[in-house]
């Protein structure tokens, strides 16, 4: 996933942080009784499991700190915008460079310290699935696990099609049903966590923070597939 979306410059200045910024990339297409994806979990595992969508699909907006830590030692803190649909907004803290920017149309990956950025239209990336305006789990989206257990619900999701990727769990805590972190192993078995701290949902985002066009842009990247 990472080598499909993510400009070389990011990787090899703050490698994983752009999958765990997408990780949630799995929420794609409807859940579909009787297939193969959800054939083993219980009654109550499909509920939890629609619990949660319906959940993230009442997000409106969203702010809040986030804290990321890899199995690896790398670390890294920053802020999420989410204003849903269509826009969202990763910024990093020093020194990590890393500024992401969805507005609707593109996806926007910044490096500061080069001035350098590359672009791709939203809805050919991952992201566009969780901030589309259906939240929705694709039919090629295997749900590995559904826990709940002391006042937390865990989802665990993989992609059927390319398992060796690695494989994504949604944390909520529960009752009331609120996320607070998400998981990423990735396929060389490296463990990211991403947490938010102090969430605020439903709160008003200046649609400004969405806009880039004031960025000191140096070099434009080329979209990946172009590379």
């Excluded at 619990?51 to 890294?76: H, M």
């Excluded at 989410?82 to 910044?110: E, H, K, M, Q, T």
């Excluded at 694709?138 to 937390?152: F, H, L, P």
Aim: charged fraction near 25%; aromatic fraction near 8%; hydrophobic fraction near 45%.
């Amino acid at each position: 996933m990472i080598d499909v979306l993510a400009p070389t410059h990011f990787l090899r200045k703050v490698p994983g942080l752009i999958l765990a910024a997408i990780v949630i990339a799995g929420l794609a297409g409807p859940i579909q009784a009787g297939r193969a994806q959800v054939a083993a979990l219980s009654a109550d595992d499909k509920a939890n499991v629609e619990r949660a969508l319906a959940y993230l699909n009442n997000i409106s907006t969203l702010r809040a700190r986030f804290v990321q830590v890899s199995s690896n030692g790398a670390y890294a803190e920053g802020q999420v915008l989410v204003a849903r649909p269509g826009r969202l907004r990763f910024d990093y803290d020093p020194p990590v460079p890393a500024l992401l920017i969805a507005n609707g149309i593109s996806l926007l990956f910044y490096d500061r310290e080069l001035k350098q950025a590359s672009y791709l239209p939203l809805w050919e990336t991952p992201l566009w699935f969780l901030i589309r305006e259906e939240v929705k789990l694709s039919d090629d989206m295997r749900i590995e696990s559904v826990i709940q257990e002391r006042g937390t619900l865990r989802v665990a999701l993989r992609d059927a099609g390319n398992p060796d990727i690695g494989e994504v769990t949604l944390v909520f805590e529960d009752r009331p049903l609120a996320l607070r972190k998400w998981q990423v192993v990735d396929a060389q078995g490296v463990l990211t966590e991403v947490s938010l701290i102090d969430p605020r949902f439903g709160v008003e985002i200046d649609s400004a923070a969405f806009d880039h066009g004031d960025l000191d842009i140096e070099n434009p990247g080329r979209r990946q597939q172009d590379r």
